[in-house]
């Protein structure tokens, strides 16, 4: 019998991070050893989770020795995207100079990595972007996601880099995205400005993480676009969330991303082709009722235990 494989997550509290992690545990046999600054214990019998500090390269690399990954997959970033307009060394070392670190680690330990990346490499003048199509990040976020992909993609590691947008799904407590800031708005009876010029095509964390173990299983290497198959507006989106949520729809109001006065600029037209994905992975991506739906139906059993 094959031993089972062995999987390095890291970055194990973020959004992907976590969906990752329940899935491979559900769904396979794998060993799974989870980094993360701030998740302190082991889960299950087979998920293992050690604490890092991210500065702490050489206590990395002695982990991977002894671990011996087969995939290493990379969910850790600095996301803020008007923190990383600001705090640019920060961003630059968390998107750009540790990825750097960790595909020299994993070309040591002979391991696959597995890379997360956005379609802030784009300038959203005319998305949804396939993966011929050329980057031109018009942000700081965008720019050191881009060095970082690039860093990934031209090392001589087996590699993957899954660039998607507009991330949602079930999150432990400490975790926000979209739908929950939404879901949260509408709890405390708060009106909500939403951009109705912002367009990406919404991604449920599930399908990434199905995306992921596909890709492990079919040892797939190069550049995939994984986005949701609704293509829509900030404030469409949020529409659908309160429909599907049965919030209060009147406390939403479209409003434009300049009225905002952002630190970083976001492209407008953005969003991913997920056709390659799709096909070549054989995943038919979620659209936005679905994943919801979906979403709500999760909620709903936790609330349940
Ligand atoms: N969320 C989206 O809508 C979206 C869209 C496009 C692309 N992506 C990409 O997908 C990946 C995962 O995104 P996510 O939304 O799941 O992430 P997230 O929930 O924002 O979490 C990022 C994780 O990175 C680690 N981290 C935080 N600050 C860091 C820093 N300064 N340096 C290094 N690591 C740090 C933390 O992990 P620990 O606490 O475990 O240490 C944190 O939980 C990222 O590469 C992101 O760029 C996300």
Redesign the pocket.
């Known amino acids: 019998m094959n031993n089972p494989l062995r999987i390095a997550l890291?970055?194990?509290?973020?959004?992907?991070?976590?969906?990752i992690s329940r899935l491979l545990e559900k769904e396979t046999d794998w060993q799974l050893h989870?980094?993360?600054?701030?998740?302190q214990q082991s889960v299950s019998e087979r998920i293992f989770c050690k604490h890092?500090e991210?500065a702490d390269i050489k206590k990395l690399k002695e982990e991977f020795f002894e671990v011996r990954p087969d995939f290493i997959i990379?969910?850790?970033?600095?996301?803020?995207v008007d923190g990383c307009e600001i705090q640019r060394q920060?961003?630059w070392?968390?998107?750009v100079t540790?990825v750097e670190q960790l595909a020299r680690l994993s070309l040591i330990v002979e391991s696959h990595l597995i890379?997360?990346?956005?379609?802030?490499v784009f300038d959203g003048a005319k998305g949804p972007y396939t993966e011929q199509d050329q980057p031109n990040p018009i942000c700081y976020?965008g720019k050191s996601?881009l060095a970082?992909e690039n860093a990934v993609l031209k090392s001589h590691v087996n590699n993957t880099v899954?660039?998607?947008?507009?991330?949602?799904g079930l999150?432990t407590n400490?975790?926000s995205?979209?739908v929950q800031w939404v879901i949260k708005c509408h709890e405390a009876k708060q009106t909500m400005n939403i951009v109705d010029d912002q367009l990406s095509n919404?991604?449920l964390?599930d399908d990434?993480a199905l995306s992921v173990k596909r890709i492990i299983e079919k040892k797939r290497c190069g550049l995939y676009h994984i986005g949701g198959n609704t293509y829509c507006n900030r404030y469409e989106f949020s529409l659908e969330i309160a429909k599907i949520f049965h919030l209060d729809e009147s406390l939403i109001t479209p409003i434009q991303t300049h009225s905002l006065n952002q630190k970083a600029k976001r492209p407008l037209r953005g969003g991913l082709i997920n056709l390659k994905a799709h096909t070549d992975l054989g995943i038919q991506y979620s659209t936005i009722q679905e994943g919801l739906v979906r979403l709500r139906h999760h909620m709903y059993e936790i609330n349940q235990e």
Request: proline share 2%; charged share 10%.
């Open positions: 890291i970055g194990g509290n973020s959004k992907l991070g976590s969906a989870v980094y993360s600054s701030t998740l890092i991210y990379n969910t850790a970033a600095m996301t803020n920060e961003a070392f968390s998107n540790f890379h997360f990346s956005t379609d802030y976020y996601k970082g899954i660039r998607t947008n507009v991330v949602y999150t400490d975790q995205d979209f919404p991604t964390t990434l």
